[in-house]
């Protein structure tokens, strides 16, 4: 089975800290994923990598950054968090080649920002 | 623009209880649909995938149907058990650049015994 692990199931941090919130995946998947899910809206694409070093923006990329220096490892970065950065986020990766493949997700990264 | 719309939002059923989730989008040109699963605190695991030939797929009491000329799916849960008891998500893929996936808002399903 898939297995992908993000680094903390819960974080709190206040306004203006940098965060860091890593994904692994066990699968040599090429295609990783970072959402953001909140209540009324679901999921929504904050970045996607497709290989290591590339990356995308997804629809709401404001506000964060991504790194992907090795290809099991996603990492999503908010250079300043702010309040409205409290939400879900979830990461998921997907081999390449197929359309609308299944997308393996995490346990999810729950962050509150005060 | 692509749009995948969810009904009902939320619905609570009696344990045993049979119940049907709707999805309808508006992706073009098709490719596939799938249906997840989210317990609450976890991700989304796949239930069910559709494509533009299939009308109906089973998965234990999961069943997806999918009509492609009315652009509508429904997931049906038979004799729903407590573990039914999650979020339920449409996801679309369309051939378009990029294959990009539209979600669904999801429906939360709450089983009582």
């Known amino acids: 089975d898939v297995k992908v692990t993000q680094s903390s199931r819960y974080l709190v941090k206040r306004t203006g800290e940098k965060v860091f919130l890593e994904c692994v995946q066990d699968m040599d998947h090429e295609n990783m994923f970072w959402y953001r899910q909140d209540p009324g809206l679901g999921l929504r694409l904050i970045y996607f990598s497709y290989d290591v070093k590339m990356k995308e923006k997804g629809d709401i990329p404001e506000g964060y950054s991504v790194s992907r220096e090795k290809k099991e490892r996603f990492s999503l970065i908010l250079e300043s968090a702010s309040t409205n950065q409290t939400s879900m986020y979830l990461c998921a990766c997907r081999t390449s080649g197929t359309v609308g493949g299944e997308l393996f997700f995490g346990e999810g990264s729950r962050l509150t920002v005060l | ?113």
Request: aromatic fraction near 8%.
């Open chain 2, 1 to 113: 623009k692509n749009q995948v719309e969810q009904s009902p939002q939320s619905l609570i059923i009696l344990e045993g209880k049979n119940c049907t989730l709707q999805c309808n989008y508006t992706v073009s040109p098709f490719s596939n649909l799938r249906w997840y699963k989210q317990d609450t605190g976890r991700g989304p695991v796949s239930l069910t995938i559709m494509t533009f030939s299939e009308n109906t797929k089973s998965n234990g009491r999961y069943t997806a149907t999918l009509d492609a000329d009315t652009k509508q799916s429904s997931l049906h849960i038979t004799a729903s058990q407590l573990s039914d008891s999650a979020s339920y998500i449409c996801v679309v893929s369309g051939w378009a650049a990029g294959n990009k996936l539209t979600f669904g808002g999801g429906t939360r399903v709450l089983v009582k015994p």
